[in-house]
Structure formats: structure tokens, C-alpha cells
């Protein structure tokens, strides 16, 4: 009843910051961070990465409320750096590190492909006329030359 | 991480993947998961017209089944607009399909209406636009796109029953949506994950009445990992390392499809975080307006943090040399504030020329397009 608009969930609203840091008055090197539509998937994730670093003294996430979708992340640093920089290059950490893993899947899933029995080329029959119903390998890996720059 | 990921795929199907994870985070492991359950889009019924329905079975009850029919979804990403991103006023080609079902029976024998009876027609507007000057969305549809899935060899999805005299005849459109909305845009039907399967780590109990050993039979994950010893203390600072994932679709999409998808989703929400606590970001805006909700329009919400992180920024690229800096390139094109993010999803490969101070001088146009790939031409992303 209370529960907001499934697509509300996900969508920012008009004007709506999607981060917002505001910096801790008592605690040194100190930052709340609050994220606007996103939820565990990343908070958990961004949060694990921080206190992975060596310079975080403290990092934790929380959802507030289960109908409101935002998540705070705390983070406190040992002052070699600020809290934004330290969330930011946990960011780009775990960037890099899914970067790493999509090409491992790749390689794996050419592979599987190789391999011949069950890859993405199996997908034939009556529907698919031929062509592949569902784009294995087709879809993605078009566009993705990232490297154009 | 401890040492770089390892991935091991076990087994794959054309809808299905089971893979080892390695290396890697209990919450990574687990964010890949959420985000392949529930962040990926796909195509499904979103609007029933009933014109007629003489069957058994109410209206509702027939248009929530039509709305878990999966449809063929794969490169929805490119191939397809969301309804609130289109410029449309009320759903065109480029956001909708549009799906019709007319059965009527008279048969003296009861007669199934299953997804086969779906099909997929042109629409109110016809098909107004030659596939020569036909939006860019269009031309990267395969030549199914947005049809009920139909396995050779499979069933097709019983829908309702009918006898004579009965009817059923409806009008459909289908949209793109994720799952976070409604379940019926998941594309994956199942996904398992476990890790420790001789719960070494203690992360549950078994509950037994007599031997725990008899009541709790080990899984096939159990061979991957060596038993404990009888007499092993229990390690406290252990942690979680191998994860075994099964990744099952229902068809929308493939298993391959949803994986490089959900990472890629993964890297979309990380790079707008990235961007979000960066300050003076005035360009990236516009270009990747609604983009998987993360995004404002509103290039000046970016002028609006305050500017201390810009030296930060600086100062640090050059104290941590490996980790990526971002770079001054010139932006290649546009210019102002009206710059598009580019589609180029950059990744690890970003330029280390680190040129610090001011933040937002530092982004070249070319890298500050994270996400989705293609979206360079429409800046439409999902």
C-alpha cells in the first residue's frame, strides 16, 4: 500500500542527484554517501571492495528503509585519503577486476563454443530459421570496442 | 581481490551455464547474481486488449499468463527502447511490439491455446517504415525478435482450454522492462548459487536429530572441495573463495547473453557511481540521460558538489600509479555542455595521463560514456 512504483526503483527522478556525499562533521576523514536507486547489489559490493583497501578505517552500508530505494555507505579513511576518493577508486577497482572477468568468460565461453555439443550455435531449429534466436555471441560482442578511443 | 578471478564453466547449454568462481568476493559473487536476476532487460507482455474472451478462465487471469510468456529478447539492450525513454506519445515500433491471439473453436473436441497462437503483427501504425530508413533500433532486431519463444522439441506455453463455442481473441503489446518492475522481465528462470559446500565456515547449522553426516548428504559442489579433517580446528578468519553458480534462462535470452550482460550491467552501475561522486561532471549528462535510472538530465546537478574532491583527485591519480586514471584527451566531438557520454564502454584501458586538480577538466568526452554498447548514436540507454 505504502510501496512505491516498481519503476520508481530504478528510475531517478526529475533532478534527483543520484550521489550525494556529505561529509562527517565529528569524525575525521569521515563521508555518508547516499545513493539513489541502487540497492544491495551494489552497496554490498562497493562496501566489501572498500574495507578491502588498506587505507579505510571503516566502511558499512544500509538500506534505511525497504520501500525507499536508496542505500548510505559510510566510509572513514586514514586520512591518506579522502572517503570520496577512497569509494571512487574502489569503483574503478572492481571495474577493472569485471572488466577481467568478462574477458575470462569470453575466453570460456568460445571455448564451450569450440567444444561444438551444446553452444549458443545450437539454437536452430523452426524459430530460429538459421539464424541464432538468441544473438550468443552476436549481440554483445558487437559495439563492444571499447578500445575505440 | 586476493590474486586475480578465476572462471570455470562446467557445463553450458544454449539456456543454461554452470560455472566455478574464483577468487572472488562473497559480495561480488553475490552482486553478479542479483544483477542477472533482476537487472537485465528483456521483452514481455505489458498490455492485454481483450476483444473477446468466452473461456473459463477471466480476463486478468489470461493477460498475467500472457505476461510470463517469454518472447525472444536477445540484443534487446540496442534493439529496443524503453517506453519512458521513446519519444513516442504512445508506443511506436521502436518501444513496442505488438502481439494478437484469435482462437476460437468449433471443434467437439476441447482445444489448447498455447504461446503458438501468439502472433507477432505490425501494429496500429503499420508498417509505415521501409527497414532502409528504419530507426537504427530496428536494423539490430533479429529476425524473431519479440516472437514467444518456441523450443524445437518443447511444448509451447499452455495458455488456456477451450470448447466449443468458446473464444478467445486479444490484442497484446509487449515492452522492455526489467525485472526489478515485474518478474516476467527476468530473463533467467533459475539461478543457483552455493559456496562451502562442507560448510567449513560455519555460515549455516545443521540441524539433525541423530547424525548430521546422514541427514545432510553432500552435494555434487562437495567434490570440488577437500573435506575437513575430523580433528581441523575451525578456522574464524576463513572466508568464502569458490562460488558454483547455475544460471538458468527461460529462453528470452541466452545463458552466455545473461552473463556478459550482467557484467556489463554491474560495470554501468560502478562507472555512474564513479561519476556521480565526481564533481564539475557537467558533460557527461545529457548524452546518458535515464540511463538504467542512474542518471539525471541535468548537467548542472553536477556543478553543484562541491569542489574539494577535484583536488583530492588529482593528488591521488599520482599517488596510486596502477590504479586507472582518468584522462585529459581531447574531447573528440560536441563541446560545452552538451557533450554526449560516449558508448564506448572504456574499461581498464582507460589513459593514465593523470592531469589532476578541477576534476571535471579532466574527463575527456570519449571515456565518459559508460555502459551499454551503441549507445553513441541515440544516447538511449538501458
Known amino acids: 500500500m505504502n510501496a512505491i512504483n516498481r519503476h520508481e526503483l530504478f528510475v531517478l527522478d526529475e533532478g534527483e542527484n543520484p550521489v550525494e556525499v556529505t561529509e562527517d562533521t565529528k569524525i575525521p576523514n569521515a563521508a555518508t554517501i547516499r545513493i539513489a536507486k541502487q540497492d544491495h547489489t551494489l552497496g554490498n559490493m562497493v562496501r566489501a571492495q572498500l574495507l578491502s583497501m588498506p587505507s579505510v578505517l571503516f566502511a558499512g552500508y544500509k538500506v534505511p528503509h525497504p520501500l525507499q530505494p536508496y542505500f548510505i555507505i559510510k566510509v572513514q579513511t586514514d586520512g591518506t585519503i579522502t572517503p570520496q576518493f577512497a569509494l571512487e577508486t574502489a569503483c574503478n577497482d572492481l571495474i577493472k577486476m569485471v572488466g577481467d572477468l568478462e574477458v575470462k568468460f569470453k575466453r570460456e565461453f568460445a571455448f564451450k563454443d569450440a567444444d561444438g555439443a551444446t553452444g549458443s550455435n545450437a539454437a536452430g531449429g523452426p524459430t530460429a530459421g538459421g539464424d541464432d534466436p538468441y544473438g550468443g555471441g552476436g549481440g554483445w560482442s558487437e559495439g563492444k570496442d571499447y578500445l575505440d578511443f | ?382
Open chain 2, 1 to 382: 581481490m586476493d590474486g586475480a578471478a578465476i572462471v570455470r564453466i562446467r557445463e553450458l547449454k544454449k539456456d543454461s551455464v554452470n560455472f566455478v568462481l574464483e577468487n572472488v568476493d562473497l559480495a561480488f559473487a553475490n552482486s553478479l547474481r542479483r544483477v542477472v536476476m533482476a537487472d537485465i532487460p528483456s521483452i514481455a507482455i505489458d498490455m492485454v486488449e481483450i476483444d473477446a474472451n468466452t473461456t473459463v478462465l477471466p480476463d486478468e487471469f489470461i493477460a498475467h499468463r500472457l505476461g510470463m510468456v517469454p518472447l525472444i529478447s536477445a540484443n534487446c539492450d540496442d534493439a529496443m527502447r524503453y517506453t519512458r525513454d521513446c519519444t513516442c506519445p504512445a508506443g511506436c515500433p521502436i518501444c513496442s511490439i505488438w502481439l494478437q491471439l484469435s482462437v476460437t473453436c468449433t471443434d467437439d473436441r476441447t482445444i489448447d491455446v498455447t504461446s503458438d497462437n501468439l502472433e507477432v503483427v505490425p501494429g496500429p501504425f503499420g508498417m509505415s517504415m521501409s527497414m532502409d530508413d528504419a530507426p537504427e533500433e530496428l536494423t539490430k532486431r533479429g529476425p524473431y525478435f519479440g516472437h514467444p519463444v518456441n523450443e524445437p522439441g518443447a511444448q509451447p506455453v499452455l495458455l488456456c482450454k477451450i470448447r466449443k463455442g468458446q473464444e478467445l481473441k486479444l490484442r497484446c503489446v509487449a515492452r522492455k522492462g526489467i525485472a526489478k518492475e515485474h518478474a516476467k522481465w527476468s530473463p533467467c528462470s533459475a539461478v543457483s548459487f552455493e559456496y562451502d559446500p562442507h560448510n567449513k565456515l560455519r555460515h549455516t547449522t545443521h540441524w539433525f536429530e541423530v547424525d548430521e553426516r546422514a541427514e545432510w548428504p553432500l552435494g555434487p559442489n562437495a567434490e570440488e572441495e577437500e573435506a575437513p579433517r575430523e580433528d581441523q580446528p575451525f578456522d574464524f578468519n576463513a572466508k568464502p573463495n569458490k562460488f558454483y553458480m547455475e544460471v538458468e534462462t527461460d529462453g528470452s535470452l541466452g545463458a552466455q547473453e545473461v552473463i556478459m550482460k550482467g557484467l556489463a550491467e554491474l560495470q554501468t552501475k560502478l562507472a555512474n557511481l564513479i561519476l556521480g561522486i565526481k564533481p564539475d561532471l557537467d558533460m557527461i549528462a545529457g548524452g546518458d540521460g535515464q540511463a538504467a535510472g542512474a542518471w539525471g538530465t541535468d548537467g548542472g546537478n553536477w556543478n553543484a558538489s562541491e569542489p574539494a574532491a577535484g583536488g583530492a583527485w588529482g593528488a591521488a591519480t599520482a599517488q596510486d600509479a596502477t590504479s586507472p586514471a582518468w584522462a585529459n584527451t581531447a574531447p573528440p566531438f560536441g563541446g560545452g555542455s552538451s557533450r554526449r557520454g560516449a558508448a564506448s564502454p572504456g574499461r581498464a584501458a582507460w589513459s593514465s595521463s593523470p592531469t589532476g586538480g578541477g576534476g571535471g577538466g579532466g574527463w575527456g568526452g570519449a571515456q565518459t560514456g559508460w555502459g551499454s554498447p551503441n549507445r553513441e548514436t541515440n544516447g538511449w540507454a538501458t
